[in-house]
Structure formats: C-alpha cells, structure tokens
C-alpha cells in the first residue's frame, strides 16, 4: 500500500499544530490508523518517530526565532509546548550543543556577519547549481530565516520571470555506481510561497549515452500555491547500465520554494516507482514529407 499520500497529510496536520499540544494518539486517529500502525508507518516513511519529528520542528521553528526576534526564551519554550524554560533549555542545547540565550548570541551573530541576509543575494551554493529554460529569471541560495531542520535551508525562486512557459531547476548530478541494479528513494522536505504553476522534486537515470532510463518530476502530482514543510519522495529503478544521476527541485513559473533534507535510500522491489512512462506512438510509415497537410489539428495533437 502506498502511505505517502497519508504520511503527508499527517505531516501537514503536524506542522499546522506545532505550537498545540499534540499526542501520537491524536495524530493516529486523525490518519485514520491504530497507534501502533501509525507509528509503523511514520517511522518507515521518515526515518524518526512523531515524537521526534515534533520535537525536532519544534526546536528548529524556536531556532529560528531566537536568531530572527527578540521574544522572551521563556514565552518560547510555552509556546512550543515545553513544559519550562529549563526542559526547554535541556532539549535545545542537545539538538544545537549549545543553550538558546548563548545561541542567540552567538549563532544570530555568526549567519549575520557570515552573509545572513547577504545569503539572498548569492547564487553559489556548494554542491548545487542552478539550470532549466531561463535559469537567468530565478535564483538560488540559502536561507537562515526559513528553515525545516538545523539552521539552514536551501530555496528556489522567480525574480523576472516573463511567461508561463519558463522553469528553473536548483540541481546536481553524480555517478549512478553506488546504487547499480537497485531500486532508490529521494525524499526530501519542501516548503513553497505562491507557486503559480508546479513545484517538485525531480530524478532522472541516464545511461552513458545520455538516454533517459528513469525519470520524474512530480508533475502528475504538483505541489502549487502556498504549503507548509512537507516530505515529498521519488522512487526509480537504477538499471545496470545507468551512469548518471541527476536530481534535484524544479519551479515552473513564478513561486519561491525551499527545501531540506534531502535524502538517497536503497527500497527493495516491494515499493513501487514513481517513473513516469512516457511513450510515443510509432507510425506505420512517414507523413507529410511535402509538409503539404499543414498543422496538427487540436485533436491531433
């Protein structure tokens, strides 16, 4: 059975509840599982437990807020459902290795004078670059303010874009030797702000040659308009004869999107791919050489 459609609803449950009390009963009932199914399936679709997961936005969000405002640590710790400013001090300095007055200080410092807001204006961001059909319309960079996990996200947006035929994709690409004859999954966590056509993750198997053996780009299953972090995932086959992977964030149109966490996993045969066929008819003979039958009909084409 495919549970992703449901990990994602509970994930957005989840985060739209961050600052209420929440148990992993109620989160169960609400995904319409037995506690102990639900915990089964969380765990297997995101790696951690929804106790951790909600701990670990939690203290991400007060991260935040500690670099970005000057609210009181304590009115943060209650709001994030920590019972005192002590457990919450406890549990932060675990996570951060260091207490939330110190990181205040110190970490808000550190983003500010190491480019913080400047981080907006930089394409360069290691591992990554940005490419599609009028990448000069988008930019890419990295985000201290917006953040799933730890104390940076990546993200991509439109600045200039002129028409809705345009995308860029923030993306990389490595040997395929790793996982040969395997099946993966791409997870990853994404955010997105006025996304106007699509958003999504994207992977792509190619051979030596630089054929297409696998591919997908979420496109039969957008993310668009305004959403709150979710975990979104691609599973393909990579043949034996695969010799590079590309993957990565695509935007079409205008939007912002960030994204975190990404994530390569080996899943046996049980789980299905995500590859989208795409097969093209093939004719019995040559048409139109002469061209004289003009243009394709609507319903031709």
Request: charged content about 20%; proline content about 3%; glycine content about 8%.
């Amino acid at each position: 059975m495919n549970y992703q459609p449901v990990l994602q609803e509970t994930i957005r449950f989840i985060e739209d509840h961050l600052t209420d009390e929440l148990t992993a009963a109620q989160i169960a009932d609400y995904a319409g599982f037995s506690l102990y199914h639900f915990h089964r399936v969380f765990q297997t679709g995101t790696g951690m437990t929804a106790a951790e997961y909600i701990r670990n936005r939690r203290l991400a969000r007060a991260a935040a807020m500690l670099r970005c405002t000057d609210e009181p640590i304590i009115n943060i710790a209650l709001d994030f459902q920590f019972g005192t400013q002590e457990s919450f001090t406890r549990a932060f300095k675990k996570q951060y290795q260091l207490p939330p007055g110190q990181y205040r200080k110190l970490i808000g410092t550190i983003l500010t004078e190491k480019g913080g807001e400047q981080m907006e204006n930089q394409q360069g961001v290691k591992g990554w670059f940005l490419s599609g059909s009028h990448p000069f319309n988008y930019k890419i960079g990295v985000d201290t303010n917006v953040v799933h996990q730890g104390n940076r996200s990546g993200y991509l947006k439109s600045t200039t874009v002129q028409s809705g035929e345009e995308f860029a994709t923030m993306m990389q690409q490595f040997k395929a030797d790793k996982f040969l004859g395997k099946r993966v999954k791409l997870s990853a966590y994404m955010k997105t702000e006025r996304v106007e056509h699509f958003a999504g993750l994207w992977m792509r198997i190619d051979n030596a040659a630089g054929d297409v053996l696998q591919f997908d780009n979420m496109s039969n299953r957008p993310i668009t308009g305004n959403t709150n972090w979710n975990l979104y995932s691609i599973v393909l086959d990579v043949p034996e004869t695969s010799s590079v992977i590309s993957f990565g964030v695509i935007l079409s149109n205008t939007g912002h999107v960030w994204m975190d966490s990404f994530k390569f996993a080996e899943v046996d045969r049980n789980v299905p791919t995500t590859n989208l066929e795409v097969t093209a008819q093939l004719l019995e003979e040559p048409v139109n050489l002469s061209f004289e039958d003009g243009l394709f009909t609507k319903e031709e084409a």
